[in-house]
């Protein structure tokens, strides 16, 4: 059973930066794809970035390019998601979550919610203006 927690977040001012953390347990983090996702009130979950187990080849929703960036520690066992220049419309609740099966890789890296299968239980993030 993959376990993730996630950490980092908190009440930031617009223009401000947070990096959030997931640890992941085990070693799954060498063999399984790991996303980023969010989700705000009244609002559906949303894939946020995403990265490849197969060739740490990452992407990401449109409206955090340039400004946040996906990485991991493999020695740490962790990953993580550093946001800068964050948005009042970044305020969510955002989650780690492991694809343990490889669909997020079939037929090229996707970061569709559905594909995750372990999933941590979400870090706050706030932004106000």
């Known amino acids: 059973q993959v376990q993730l927690v996630e950490s980092g977040g908190g009440l930031v001012q617009r223009g401000g930066s947070l990096r959030l953390s997931c640890s992941v347990s085990d070693s799954a983090l060498k063999y399984y794809t790991i996303g980023w996702f969010r989700q705000a009130p009244g609002k559906e979950r949303e894939g946020v970035s995403c990265l490849s187990s197969r060739d740490n080849s990452t992407i990401y929703t449109d409206s955090v390019k340039g400004r946040f960036a996906i990485s991991k520690d493999s020695a740490q066992n962790t990953v993580y998601l550093q946001m800068n220049n964050l948005e009042p419309e970044d305020t969510a609740v955002y989650y780690c979550?492991?694809?343990?099966?490889?669909?997020?890789?079939?037929?090229?890296?996707?970061?569709?919610?559905?594909?995750?299968?372990?999933w941590g239980k979400g870090t706050q993030v706030t932004v106000s203006s």
């Open positions: 979550a492991a694809d343990s099966q490889g669909w997020a890789l079939l037929p090229k890296l996707s970061c569709r919610d559905s594909l995750f299968d372990y």
